[in-house]
Structures are given as C-alpha cells and as structure tokens.
C-alpha cells in the first residue's frame, strides 16, 4: 500500500496571506488527523477527522481549519499567516491503534 | 492535563545498547508508542505497546511500561549510526475518550551514535 503523501512539501507564505494543505491517507484508513511541529512547541494535535466529520480538535485558533472529503483525502487551511506559523505540518492517517505519518509540509512564513 | 516527558539527548557508543525513557501522566491512555524522526522526515512508527502489557520485543526493539510509575522505555540493542535520530513517546489521551486519531507527544530524545 501506498503511504500518507502531502502536498506541497514546502511552501513560502508571507504574513496575512492564507495557505491550504493536501493530504492523502492511506487507502482504507477513514481517521486523518493534523499536527504541528516547532521547534520550541514541539509537536501539537490541531484535529482529526473521520469519515468526512471533525471528531477532535486541539488547542489551536480559528484560523486553522481542516476538511475532509468523501475519499478521505484532508486539507487544512490556515488564514491571516502570522511568522508563528512557519513550521512542519505533518497529517497522519489512522488504523486501528497505529496513525502512519506523512513525510510533512514545511510552511514558511515571512 | 495529559503530559509527556523525555530527556532531551541521549550520546551512546556503536554496538552499546540505548535506552530512551519517557513518564507520562495520564494512567488512562491505552496505548503508548514510540515514534523516529529522521532529519528533514515525518516521523516513522517504530512500535507501541497496550497498556495492559509490560514488555512488547520487536527485534532490535525492547519496550518496557511501568503502569504504576507511569514509565515507559526504549531499549536498542546494538545501536548503529543509522539509529541516530530524534525518538518521540506518545500517549492516545482519556479525555479523547481515548481516540487512537489523537496522540500526545513528549519533546523527543535526539540520540547520536558514535563510531
């Protein structure tokens, strides 16, 4: 089987522009759940979502957002950018009790 | 509130044995796992084990959980310079009703192997 893709890889934003990222989960897997990683943060659960509804969310503001789609395939959206949101998005999709990351989205924002 | 913690670097010697550690502290997660983060990469699953196991072997793999002292570790046997890396503990969190589309992650361990 194929594994999680995201798309892009890397991205250069500049404040106040807003971005979305793809991702594809792993054929048969219904759970997508989103991540970012700081380096001062660490790594931090934005959302999950399963068979197209948002079933958890983190501690993230409204400018951060997510769909998903009746293939599961996700996207996130962040609006109004700020520099504190250059980081590694990385999207997971889950079977059972694993969640298979992606290889990442690297945001950068001037 | 759920919360992960790991030493931050860890230096062994090719051929040693590496232990990472990690407490955690929600006794509720059911599963605990361990994640390998290489330079520039997503992070790969390395194992995980069910809370209502002790030991879980995985080739060079060893994982022990400790429920009363909410301590996990990673034992590496014969650790290589292809091991270095960052290690990341992760726990699934009870108030999520411990939903496995949900983890918590420690900071990481970065171990760096040396010849």
């Known amino acids: 089987k194929a594994g999680v893709t995201q798309t892009p890889r890397y991205l250069i934003k500049t404040r106040g522009q807003q971005v979305t990222l793809s991702c594809s989960p792993i054929?048969?897997?219904?759970?997508v759940s989103w991540y970012q990683q700081t380096p001062g943060q660490g790594l931090q659960f934005l959302f999950e979502?399963?068979?197209?509804?948002?079933?958890n969310k983190g501690n993230f503001p409204g400018r951060f957002s997510g769909r998903q789609f009746s293939n599961s395939r996700s996207e996130m959206n962040v609006s109004t950018l700020e520099l504190g949101d250059s980081a590694l998005y990385l999207c997971?999709?889950?079977?059972?009790?694993?969640?298979?990351f992606g290889p990442g989205t690297r945001l950068l924002v001037l | 509130g759920e919360d992960v913690e790991q030493s931050l670097f860890l230096s062994v010697r090719e051929g040693d044995s590496s232990v990472i550690n990690c407490t955690y502290t929600?006794?509720?997660?059911?599963?605990l796992y361990w994640y390998k983060q290489e330079p520039g990469a997503g992070l790969q699953l390395l194992t995980y084990?069910?809370?209502?196991?002790d030991m879980k072997q995985d080739q060079r793999l060893t994982v022990l959980l400790n429920k009363k002292d909410k301590h996990l570790s990673l034992r590496i046997a014969d650790t290589q310079t292809g091991d270095s890396a960052i290690y990341f503990c992760?726990?699934?969190?009870?108030?999520?009703?411990?939903?496995?589309?949900?983890?918590?992650f420690g900071k990481g361990t970065k171990l760096s192997v040396k010849p």
């Open positions: 997971a999709s889950s079977s059972a009790e694993t969640q298979y």
């Open positions: 054929s048969g897997h219904r759970s």
């Open positions: 979502y399963f068979s197209e509804t948002q079933r």
């Open positions: 929600d006794s509720s997660s059911t599963y």
């Open positions: 084990i069910f809370s209502n196991m």
């Open positions: 992760a726990e699934t969190p009870a108030p999520y009703g411990g939903s496995q589309g949900i983890l918590i």
